[in-house]
């Protein structure tokens, strides 16, 4: 099959097929019969299937017309969205930014990755949460302008994405004061006698604490799991267990959670990154975001 069709065949062969006639089309389109023939030929000849076939005096649909029938369709119905969609975004004073989180990352670094967008003022902010696979797919087909990750994308040549390291951190525990008062075991045995909340194997960096704790001989006792960090906090706020973090955001979990530390883990880090489509013209706010 060749490539060489264009639009304006598709456009004439749609027109065709909805008005059920050459001549009808041609009347619609105010040309000649010959010329939309003539070029609907074209097209027929470029996808290597005839679209129409004789049926009585008229035409009607072949199963490949059918077919093709119903991509236009499609493709139109949307191009008929266009003149609403340009005069919306001309008359918005805003930038909007479509940005996908995934599910495994912590939600206040997050919110650090964006402030290179947050400190715009004219910026319409949409963020997608969801799994790490559906994000990269949304992204692949443009409905994201990137996605945020602990992870970078797999190499996939179909998916036409790459991915850039942002930032990353060393990991840490904290709990609330009240689980380690009166406590006379000094970290990092101290996690031996404290409730443990920990995230789920959707973070990259379950399986690294998992391998600290036996590294340090010690069976934690592990109280709940979850894949949303802001609510594991929330848990830990309540009391609930000690749990681990990003260093990085140990001042905002003592202001807004009450959290205290407890002590670092050596050697682990969290890693995060920026993925993104492979475009010509690049979105100015992504840029923002490779570039802090």
């Given amino acids: ?164 390291e942002l930032t990353k951190t060393s990991i840490a525990w904290y709990c609330p004061k009240s689980l380690v008062k009166g406590s006379k075991k000094r970290f990092p045995e101290l996690l031996s006698e404290l409730p443990i909340l920990l995230p789920t194997s959707h973070s990259t960096v379950r399986l690294l604490i998992d391998q600290w704790f036996n590294k340090q001989g010690i069976t934690p006792n592990v109280v709940g799991e979850f894949e949303d960090s802001a609510l594991l906090k929330t848990f830990a706020a309540s009391g609930l267990g000690a749990f681990p973090a990003a260093k990085q955001i140990e001042k905002e979990l003592k202001d807004t959670y009450g959290m205290e530390l407890l002590g670092n883990c050596e050697d682990i880090y969290e890693y995060f990154y920026a993925i993104r489509s492979e475009k010509k013209i690049e979105h100015p706010l992504v840029e923002a975001i490779i570039r802090q």
């Fill in 1 to 164: 099959m060749s490539n060489s069709y264009n639009y304006r065949h598709l456009y004439y062969f749609w027109v065709a097929a909805k008005e059920g006639s050459m001549s009808k089309a041609a009347e619609r389109l105010d040309m000649a019969i010959q010329t939309i023939s003539a070029q609907i030929h074209e097209l027929e000849k470029s996808l290597g299937y005839m679209l129409f076939k004789p049926a009585g005096r008229g035409i009607t649909l072949t199963e490949s017309g059918y077919a093709a029938l119903k991509i236009a369709d499609q493709i139109f119905s949307i191009g008929e969205k266009l003149p609403e969609a340009v005069r919306d975004a001309a008359l918005s004073p805003k930038t909007k930014i479509t940005i996908g989180v995934s599910d495994g990352l912590p939600k206040l670094i997050t919110r650090k990755l964006l402030e290179p967008v947050l400190k715009h003022q004219d910026v319409q902010l949409i963020a997608h949460e969801g799994e790490f696979e559906d994000l990269l797919a949304d992204l692949a087909l443009h409905r994201l302008d990137i996605v945020l990750a602990d992870r970078p994308a797999p190499n996939n040549k179909n998916l036409n994405v790459y991915s850039e």
